[in-house]
T-cell receptor, first 115, second 112 residues
Framework: AQSVTQPDIHITVSEGASLELRCNYS??????LFWYVQSPGQGLQLLLK??????LVQGIKGFEAEFKRSQSSFNLRKPSVHWSDAAEYFC?????????????FGKGTHLIIQP | EAQVTQNPRYLITVTGKKLTVTCSQN?????MSWYRQDPGLGLRQIYY???????DKGDVPEGYKVSRKEKRNFPLILESPSPNQTSLYFC???????????FGPGTRLLVL
């Protein structure tokens, strides 16, 4: 079955430090890949997406993600986090072929920023 | 402004009382979906629609109905809500298969 795994439920990072959030997927073929952020009480905001091409994807708010086919991963990174980055982060995937329509989400990683 | 809107944003109801959560998009998108978000489970798709009068089940369709009579609207219907449908619901839309999904602000539902 298709799945998206975010191994870390919680991550705590000091303000100004670098960040990496992990995401692994299990699909028959390379899916479309997304990272969304959800601030407390808010909806989902798209940070970045990968459909094909360059495996390093730049997104909004200084985030980037790298697609690694050999590792079935799409990890999210930021070189220096700000207190406002504290939120829930979701990795998601969608079949790029003619299969299921919906996004499959990971269970989320809760990011805590220490002063 | 391009957006997906949902109403109501918050709803408290009782078991068995039919309710409808509306979803509307102003981007002329063909694809629309409903998701529910539960702690520790992430988001799961309930139903989706690829165009007017074309709908299909997602991963967790039990207890829900949808309709797509107009391109812009995709209401979610709970005929007989139960407490296990207490959740945060998101509507989403996108132009076609290869495009990004845009999410509504969410509807928080509590079924007593």
């Amino acid at each position: 079955a298709q799945s998206v795994t975010q191994p870390d439920i919680h991550i705590t990072v000091s303000e100004g430090a670098s960040l990496e959030l992990r995401c692994n997927y299990s699909y028959g073929a390379t899916p479309y890949l997304f990272w969304y952020v959800q601030s407390p009480g808010q909806g989902l905001q798209l940070l970045l997406k990968y459909f094909s091409g360059d495996t390093l994807v730049q997104g909004i708010k200084g985030f980037e993600a790298e697609f690694k086919r050999s590792q079935s991963s799409f990890n999210l990174r930021k070189p220096s986090v700000h207190w406002s980055d504290a939120a829930e982060y979701f990795c998601a995937a969608r079949d790029s072929g003619g299969g299921a329509d919906g996004l499959t989400f990971g269970k989320g990683t809760h990011l805590i920023i220490q002063p | 402004e391009a957006q997906v809107t949902q109403n109501p944003r918050y709803l408290i109801t009782v078991t068995g009382k039919k309710l409808t959560v509306t979803c509307s998009q102003n981007m002329n998108h063909e694809y629309m979906s409903w998701y529910r978000q539960d702690p520790g489970l992430g988001l799961r798709q309930i139903y989706y629609s690829m165009n007017v009068e074309v709908t299909d089940k997602g991963d967790v369709p039990e207890g829900y109905k949808v309709s797509r009579k107009e391109k812009r609207n995709f209401p979610l219907i709970l005929e007989s809500p139960s407490p296990n449908q207490t959740s945060l619901y998101f509507c989403a839309s996108r132009r076609d298969r290869s495009e990004t999904q845009y999410f509504g602000p969410g509807t928080r539902l509590l079924v007593l």
